[in-house]
Every structure is written in C-alpha cells, then in structure tokens.
C-alpha cells in the first residue's frame, strides 16, 4: 500500500492543534466506537464527494497514488479555496518495501518577481498586493506533481483519473454549507475578476447550500489536461490563455516561468517520538522540521503523567511549538 499526503504539514493552526491532541493524549490513536473502518484502503479529504472519488478509484483496482491523483483533482472542482490546480503542495509517498520519498509541487516565484515589489516607495508593505491578484500569484505546481506522481507510482490511466473531476465540473454539484460560507469572501471582488461570477447567481447574491454549482471552463481545462498532460498545461492551449491573463491583469508569470516548471523529488526528514519513526516533509515545507523539533522537545517530559490538557501538559505543548517555529 501506498500512503500520500499533501500538505498536511503545513495547516497553521489546525495542524498545531491536531497536534496538541495527538501529544496531550495518549489513547489519541484508540478507535472510538462509531470509528470507521476498512480493510483495503481509505481516503480522507476536505471534500466527501472528492473523499468517494478516491474510494471508487481504489475499488477499480487504482492504488493510493492513483485515489491521490483523483482526489486532487476532484478538489479542485469541489473545494477550490485550496484544492485548486492554480496552487501546489506536497507529498509523501512511502511504498510497502520501505521506500520512501516526497514530492515537491510547491508554487515558484516567477522569475520577474523581486524581493521589494510588495513594497511602496517608503518601503511599507503595500495591503493586499501578495495576497490578492495577478501579482500575489506563484507559478502553479499541482498539474506537474501529480503527473510526476502517477508517472511514477500510478497504475490506472491517466484520463481515467480526471475523468471524475471532469464530470463534476460540467454536470455540476451541490455546494455545500462550508462551501457557500466561502463564497461570501468573493462578493468584494467581483468586480474586479468576472470570473468569480460563477460562484454567485444571477442575481448577484452567494451561491445558497444545495445550489448546482457547474463550472463550464474549468471541465474544458481539465479535458485539456487528461488528453494532453503536465505538458498541455505548462506549454499547451492552457499555458497561453495563462499567459494571456496575466498580461491582461499586470500578472509577472510568462511562457518561460510555466515552461521551465518542474516538480521535484526529495527525500523525506526523518525522526522519531517514543519509538515510532517520523517521516516527514522536507525544505522547501517548514512543516517537517518543525514537527519534528516540536515532538522531540516533547518527548523530554511526562505529558501522560500531566493529565489530558493539564496546565502543565499545555504548557509544554505550547512552548515547544514556540520554539520550534522560532527556529
């Protein structure tokens, strides 16, 4: 069996408070009662229908890498605030003979970007310009990682592992309520990218929780990509109609940036707490060392003998993610 996760190191506070948990408690692993259980494989993601694309993927003889490949890209319909194929990520892949290794999709800085050009004339950060535009845009890596993944790893074709994404976004779904919450953080920016109408009907207001959400373009970009790869979208049709956008909107990212973007194969940190070996991501992700250095300032105190969320349990748990992120 193959294990994948992508970015799960780096989720800021969910992550730290995850685990808190795991640390605090240590009967965290014990199987509650309605715990579900499965004896070929799992797939968890932010997304049930996403979560059931891997699954079938799974049942249809696919491994995990393949159920990877058709989640992300699934995500990338039904949850696009982060399963988006405009971003990047991570993964760690670790094989049943022991191998393990990580990949590296993680967004680049185009190579027109500069070290001071979020910053005005007075050398002030100027608000919004690295978080929101064409200008806060890193060259996109998901498309490359998951199409070095399954080159590598994968066993069911590769068509076949965006087909669900494609039906999804063209006969649409039902967005759902943490999905509709979401959409009210567009409205603002509506007038500025048109595009964002898709998310909003027609009479302007947020898409409601069991509204059909389709979104026409994105299956026909999607298609591209499953008939023509990672290459059709870093030099293909998909490649110049980004180019074309961000010349449209002051964007840096160009042909050469897209072109020259490789997903990269790195081996994983490795440590330990109380007798398990840790794998984890590497630089350029913060998450692995961090994790590690945290667990090991951990392991150094009785956290079990402190009590679940004691003052002195929390007080370690806290003070070794201080440390740990200082460094």
């Known amino acids: 069996m193959i294990y994948s996760l992508a970015r799960v190191l780096s989720c800021g506070r969910a992550a730290l408070v995850w685990l808190a948990v795991l640390l605090l408690q240590p009967r965290a692993f014990a199987a509650p009662v309605e715990a579900l259980c499965a004896r070929g494989g799992m797939v968890v993601s932010a997304c049930p229908l996403a979560s059931t694309i891997g699954a079938r993927i799974l049942r249809d003889g696919g491994n995990a890498v393949d159920a990877a490949v058709a989640v992300g890209f699934a995500l990338a319909v039904t949850f696009p605030g982060a399963g988006n194929i405009g971003g990047g990520g991570f993964m760690l892949i670790r094989l049943s003979d022991g191998e393990s290794v990580c990949i590296d999709y993680r967004e680049r800085a185009p190579a027109g970007a500069s070290r001071d050009m979020y910053l005005d004339d007075g050398g002030e950060v100027i608000s919004d310009l ?5 200008l806060s845009a890193g060259v996109p890596g998901t498309v490359a ?40 953080r567009l409205l603002p920016h509506l007038g500025t990218y048109p595009g964002l109408s898709v998310f909003v009907g027609e009479d302007g207001s947020c898409r409601e929780p069991g509204d059909l959400l389709v979104q026409a373009d994105l299956a ?13 979208f870093y030099e293909g049709e998909t490649a110049e109609l980004l180019r074309l956008e ?22 994983p940190v490795r440590g330990s707490y109380r007798g398990y070996e840790i794998l984890s991501m590497p630089p350029p992700s913060s998450g692995g060392i961090v994790l590690l250095e945290i667990l090991n300032i951990a392991e150094g105190f009785p956290l079990s003998e402190y009590g679940f969320l004691s003052d002195e349990a929390v007080h370690v748990v806290v003070e070794a993610e201080k440390r740990a992120y200082r460094d």
Do not use: C
Not at 146 to 155: D, K, N
Not at 248 to 256: A, M, P, Q, S, V
């Open 130 to 134: 690295s978080t929101i535009g064409h």
């Open 145 to 184: 990682g998951l199409y070095l993944a399954h080159g590598r790893y994968g066993t069911l074709p590769w068509k076949d592992l965006l087909q669900p994404a494609i039906d999804l976004a063209r006969n649409g779904f039902p967005v759902s309520r943490e999905l509709a919450l979401s959409f009210e």
């Open 220 to 232: 026909r970009t999607l298609e591209r990509i499953a008939f023509g790869g990672a290459e059709e």
């Open 246 to 267: 961000m010349e449209r909107g002051g964007g840096l990212i160009d042909r050469d940036d897209l072109s020259d973007y490789e997903a990269v194969v790195r081996e």
